[in-house]
């Protein structure tokens, strides 16, 4: 069975306050696929970032990071120097052998205040 | 173009009405899907198409019938909706194979409303 689990339901922080938000898997497919996805006020979801579960570099771009770790079954999600634009829901996602086929987390959404 | 468009933005209609959301990728994208999302919700997954042809059904009730007139094209017929039906649809498209690169890439949704 696949599952992602965001236990964070609702996060909040100051402007630039660095911020992780949690992501937790089950899968029993050895190829797997994880996203983050977030989704502003407007409602369109945008794509973030996919990861391979053959490849466990951590990835950085601007001030976003992701900390991939397979022992932990996690995908974690940082945000430094937050921005009140980063407010949104974000949501993680998990694709296996049947990749069409996304299961989202619950989502935790974000608010940052000036 | 990473651009997925979806019409119309917003609709409102009774529950005898009969009205079409549409949805078009120029990706060349050969997977294309429908979601539903509720309020604090993710989105849930309805059908998906392969090369035009359906090829998940998430037993969605039959007065949502979905069309895929060509691999650009996605259409989301409803038809004796209920309340309990309004909600975000979302249109998604990605590759079709497996792979590194099957992100799918959302719409901004069709906010619908049933009176």
């Keep these: 069975a696949q599952k992602v689990t965001q236990a964070q339901t609702e996060i909040s922080v100051v402007e630039k306050e660095d911020v992780t938000l949690d992501c937790v898997y089950e899968t029993r497919d050895t190829t797997y696929y994880l996203f983050w996805y977030k ?6 979801l945008v794509f973030l970032i996919r990861r391979n579960s053959f490849d466990e570099q951590n990835e950085i771009s601007g001030r976003y990071s992701w900390n991939f770790q397979k022992s932990t079954s996690s995908f974690n999600f940082t945000i430094t120097a937050s921005q009140v634009v980063d407010s949104a829901v974000y949501f993680c996602a998990l694709s296996g052998d049947n990749f069409n086929k996304f299961y989202f987390g619950s989502g935790t959404k974000l608010n940052v205040k000036p | 173009d990473t651009e997925v468009t979806q019409t119309p933005k917003h609709l409102v209609m009774g529950m005898t009405n009969k009205k079409s959301l549409k949805c078009e990728q120029h990706m060349g ?3 294309m899907y429908w979601y539903k999302q509720k309020a604090k919700k993710p989105p849930e997954l309805m059908f998906v198409y392969s090369y035009e042809k359906l090829s998940i059904n998430e037993s969605v009730p039959s007065r949502f019938s979905p069309e895929c007139p060509n691999s650009s094209l996605l259409n989301l017929h409803l038809h004796a909706l209920q309340p309990e039906d309004s909600a975000l649809y979302l249109c998604a498209s990605s590759q079709v194979k ?6 799918q890439f959302f719409g901004p949704g069709t906010r619908l409303t049933v009176l």
């Design chain 2, 29 to 31: 994208h050969r997977a």
């Design chain 2, 98 to 103: 497996a792979g590194p690169y099957n992100e």
């Design chain 1, 39 to 44: 989704q502003p006020p407007s409602g369109e």
